[in-house]
Structures are given as structure tokens and as C-alpha cells.
């Protein structure tokens, strides 16, 4: 991973020549596993015409990832078919799956770890609500509180899982010589965009004029840049990659042409706080998004209030898709904004809601929820 950075922070980026890139799409295979775990289900696209009068388009749908196969974020979906691949691959039993999560992801990790009869040690970084934690910890995964942010808990999984016996790595973002599981674990949020096609198919709508995607390390806009950028002859929509303004790893990499690590703050939108963009995902993003913005935490909170009023629940981090979509259309330089994202007056817009309320309660209510309290999670090594 490269050393911290700390560029001048900017607030937008934008390029013209994203939508030429052509990518390889992920494997149908991918879509037939999902559809074969009990209780799979598409989880709802939901339109909501208040948004679309209050942004001046077509039609706006909401991706609500609040419930998916039983687990209130889309992380599953990657988690699980990696671990398949990890299985079918692994002779030892059983396995011990390790990682390192801003909550959503180890959570997806410890659920297919103990459906699946194996073992899962989950390593959690600062700013991690302990309630998020001890979900983790309730899929009977061992828990490991770190004293540092969450590229210091990727470390620190990568290291155990390399000194341990029978574990493997589960991690969701990739960096050299650790890019295989990372990739498998794209290959699994192909589904949610496979079933926004269909979704949008049987509500008459056009392929969308814009996708809002919420990133961390990039592995979901990969994903997106993978599926939408591989369908030569079909119209392909903007991509705007919305990040906290306290962890705006892809934005400033954007901004200076190459992968940056930048030093984080404290967010509500926990998941989303990471430092070092995955470097599989990166030339996709480089390359394949039309572009990134940042938003405050108040941002994200009006967001996420206004999707509720509107009944869909969402977190912080799935509410930062609309949070960033206001902000690309507001304020000082909105008409050129709007102008690089080419949006049509009856564009279809669709704002994927990586999580529900339940993924990632607020810090705010950290104090009656202490982690050191539970005897299921320890301090870091």
C-alpha cells in the first residue's frame, strides 16, 4: 500500500471519456449461485417521483439494500460468492475466513462463515459503532478491536491470516499480490446490477442517465464500472462515485492521476471510511467513472432523513448516494456539474442504498453500546 498523502482536498472531480471504456463482465455463473441460496430474493427498486421534481429528471429508483439475504447490506453478495470460491478451491476443513470491515462486510463474512460450518476472525478498526461490532461477533466470529483506522486493520487480518494455519484471507479490497479473492468478491455485486436491469425493464424505464454509487476502496463502483462499460450497443449511464469528505481516498486519487492513501477522520459513514483505494478496482475507476464527489456527514443525515419520510430506510452510508447526486446539482458550479454528467431532462436516475439503518448505527450512540463491555470482542493485537 502507498504512504499517506494529504493532497489539497477537493470536493469534485469529472472527465469526459468515460463512458468509451469497454470492460469484460462478470460470469453469469455469478447470478445462478445467488439465486440458488435460500431465501435470495431481488431486493426492491423503488421509485420515487418527490426526488425526481426535486432534481429536475425523468424518474428517480432506489436500490434499497436494507434487507438482503437476511443481512441489512449488499455485502453479502461478494462475501458470499467468494467464500464459494474459496471452498471449492480449499481442501482443509474447516477454514478460518478472515478479514478486516467497517462493519457491513465482516458481518457478511461471519453469516456465510457459520452457515457454511466454518470459522471467521473479524478485525474491526476505530469509528466502527460497538453495536456493529457485536453483530459481527453474534455470527459467532471472533472479534479483534484495532487501535487504528481501517487500513491498520486490514494489516493486521492480512498478517494473521498469513501466519495461521487453514485461514484465508476474505478481504474486499485488493492490493499487489493480493488481487484473486478481492476480484471474486466483485464478481459477486454483479447481481445487484443484473437485477437493477430487469427491475428497470418491468417499470418501463430506459437504462439509466445516471448511477450514484457509494465508495470506500472502489470494489462496488468497480463492479459498476465492470457491468455497465461491458454491454457494447446499450446507452451507457453516468457514474458518480460518492465518498465522506473525512475519507476521500478515490477522489483524490482521481484528482492526482494515482493511487493515493490518505489519512482519514471520524465519519458517520463508517463503512465507507477508508484510506487506500483497492488497487483492482482502480484502473476501472480511472478509467470508467464520470465522477466523484464528496459530502459531509450533515449531508448524508438530510439524506437519510428524506429517504425515510419517502419510506426507504437508509444508513449513512447508502444515504450518500442522494447526498452526493444534491450536492452534484447544487451550489456554486452546479451547471457545469450537470453539464459533465450529461443529464437529460427526462434521465433516469438510480441511487443505490448500500445499507439499512440497522447496518451502521449512529456514533452518536456509541456511549450506550461499549465494545470493551463485551467479552466476545478483543483488543487488537
Same mark, same amino acid.
Given at each position: 500500500?502507498?504512504?499517506?498523502?494529504?493532497?489539497?482536498?477537493?470536493?469534485?472531480? @469529472?472527465?469526459?471519456?468515460?463512458?468509451?471504456?469497454?470492460?469484460?463482465?462478470?460470469?453469469?455463473?455469478?447470478? @445462478?449461485?445467488?439465486?440458488?441460496?435460500?431465501?435470495?430474493?431481488?431486493?426492491?427498486?423503488?421509485?420515487?417521483?418527490?426526488?425526481?421534481?426535486?432534481? #429536475?429528471?425523468?424518474?428517480?429508483?432506489?436500490?434499497?439494500?436494507?434487507?438482503?439475504?437476511?443481512?441489512?447490506?449488499?455485502?453479502?453478495?461478494?462475501?458470499?460468492?467468494?467464500?464459494?470460491?474459496?471452498?471449492?478451491?480449499?481442501?482443509?476443513?474447516?477454514?478460518?475466513?478472515?478479514?478486516?470491515?467497517?462493519?457491513?462486510?465482516?458481518?457478511?463474512?461471519?453469516?456465510? @462463515?457459520?452457515?457454511?460450518?466454518?470459522?471467521?476472525?473479524?478485525?474491526?478498526?476505530?469509528?466502527?459503532?460497538?453495536?456493529?461490532?457485536?453483530?459481527?461477533?453474534?455470527?459467532?466470529?471472533?472479534?479483534?478491536?484495532?487501535?487504528?483506522?481501517?487500513?491498520?486493520?486490514?494489516?493486521?487480518?492480512?498478517?494473521?491470516?498469513?501466519?495461521?494455519?487453514?485461514?484465508?484471507?476474505?478481504?474486499?479490497?485488493?492490493?499487489?499480490?493480493?488481487?484473486?479473492?478481492?476480484?471474486?468478491?466483485?464478481? #459477486?455485486?454483479?447481481?445487484?446490477?443484473?437485477?437493477?436491469?430487469?427491475?428497470?425493464?418491468?417499470?418501463?424505464?430506459?437504462?439509466?442517465?445516471?448511477?450514484?454509487?457509494?465508495?470506500?476502496?472502489?470494489?462496488?463502483?468497480?463492479?459498476?464500472?465492470?457491468?455497465?462499460?461491458?454491454?457494447?450497443?446499450?446507452?451507457?449511464?453516468?457514474?458518480?462515485?460518492?465518498?465522506?469528505?473525512?475519507?476521500?481516498?478515490?477522489?483524490?486519487?482521481?484528482?492526482?492521476?494515482?493511487?493515493?492513501?490518505?489519512?482519514?477522520?471520524?465519519?458517520?459513514?463508517?463503512?465507507?471510511?477508508? #484510506?487506500?483505494?483497492?488497487?483492482?478496482?482502480?484502473?476501472?475507476?480511472?478509467?470508467?467513472?464520470?465522477?466523484?464527489?464528496?459530502?459531509?456527514?450533515?449531508?448524508?443525515?438530510?439524506?437519510?432523513?428524506?429517504?425515510?419520510?419517502?419510506?426507504?430506510?437508509?444508513?449513512?452510508?447508502?444515504?450518500?448516494?442522494?447526498?452526493?447526486?444534491?450536492?452534484?446539482?447544487?451550489?456554486? #458550479?452546479?451547471?457545469?456539474?450537470?453539464?459533465?454528467?450529461?443529464?437529460?431532462?427526462?434521465?433516469?436516475?438510480?441511487?443505490?442504498?448500500?445499507?439499512?439503518?440497522?447496518?451502521?448505527?449512529?456514533?452518536?450512540?456509541?456511549?450506550?453500546?461499549?465494545?470493551?463491555?463485551?467479552?466476545?470482542?478483543?483488543?487488537?493485537?
Amino acid at each position: 500500500m502507498s504512504e499517506p498523502s494529504s493532497p489539497r482536498p477537493l470536493s469534485w472531480y @469529472a472527465r469526459t471519456a468515460a463512458r468509451t471504456l469497454r470492460s469484460v463482465p462478470a460470469p453469469s455463473a455469478v447470478r @445462478a449461485f445467488h439465486a440458488s441460496l435460500p431465501g435470495y430474493a431481488p431486493t426492491p427498486l423503488t421509485e420515487l417521483p418527490d426526488l425526481a421534481a426535486e432534481l #429536475g429528471v425523468g424518474r428517480v429508483f432506489v436500490k434499497d439494500e436494507s434487507s438482503r439475504l437476511g443481512l441489512p447490506a449488499f455485502k453479502t453478495l461478494g462475501a458470499s460468492w467468494a467464500i464459494h470460491r474459496v471452498l471449492e478451491e480449499t481442501s482443509a476443513r474447516p477454514v478460518t475466513l478472515v478479514t478486516a470491515t467497517d462493519g457491513n462486510h465482516g458481518r457478511a463474512v461471519a453469516r456465510t @462463515a457459520r452457515l457454511l460450518g466454518q470459522r471467521a476472525h473479524v478485525f474491526v478498526p476505530q469509528g466502527v459503532h460497538p453495536a456493529a461490532a457485536a453483530a459481527i461477533a453474534a455470527e459467532d466470529a471472533q472479534v479483534t478491536q484495532v487501535d487504528g483506522p481501517y487500513d491498520e486493520a486490514v494489516c493486521q487480518a492480512a498478517d494473521l491470516a498469513a501466519s495461521a494455519p487453514d485461514s484465508v484471507l476474505v478481504q474486499d479490497t485488493a492490493w499487489e499480490g493480493y488481487e484473486r479473492i478481492p476480484g471474486w468478491i466483485v464478481e #459477486g455485486y454483479s447481481t445487484l446490477f443484473a437485477e437493477i436491469d430487469a427491475q428497470l425493464a418491468a417499470a418501463d424505464a430506459e437504462s439509466p442517465g445516471l448511477l450514484a454509487v457509494p465508495v470506500g476502496v472502489g470494489s462496488l463502483a468497480q463492479a459498476a464500472v465492470a457491468h455497465y462499460r461491458s454491454r457494447p450497443g446499450a446507452r451507457s449511464p453516468a457514474l458518480l462515485a460518492v465518498e465522506p469528505d473525512a475519507a476521500a481516498c478515490v477522489l483524490q486519487s482521481l484528482v492526482h492521476g494515482s493511487p493515493l492513501s490518505v489519512d482519514t477522520g471520524v465519519t458517520a459513514m463508517a463503512g465507507l471510511n477508508c #484510506g487506500t483505494p483497492s488497487s483492482i478496482a482502480w484502473p476501472l475507476l480511472r478509467d470508467g467513472l464520470d465522477a466523484a464527489i464528496a459530502v459531509t456527514d450533515a449531508d448524508s443525515a438530510r439524506a437519510a432523513q428524506d429517504l425515510a419520510a419517502l419510506g426507504v430506510g437508509s444508513g449513512p452510508c447508502g444515504a450518500a448516494s442522494l447526498a452526493g447526486v444534491r450536492a452534484a446539482h447544487t451550489g456554486d #458550479g452546479a451547471d457545469g456539474r450537470r453539464r459533465a454528467l450529461a443529464l437529460a431532462p427526462d434521465a433516469a436516475l438510480v441511487l443505490l442504498s448500500t445499507e439499512g439503518t440497522d447496518a451502521n448505527p449512529h456514533l452518536a450512540d456509541a456511549a450506550s453500546h461499549r465494545a470493551d463491555a463485551d467479552p466476545r470482542i478483543r483488543k487488537g493485537l
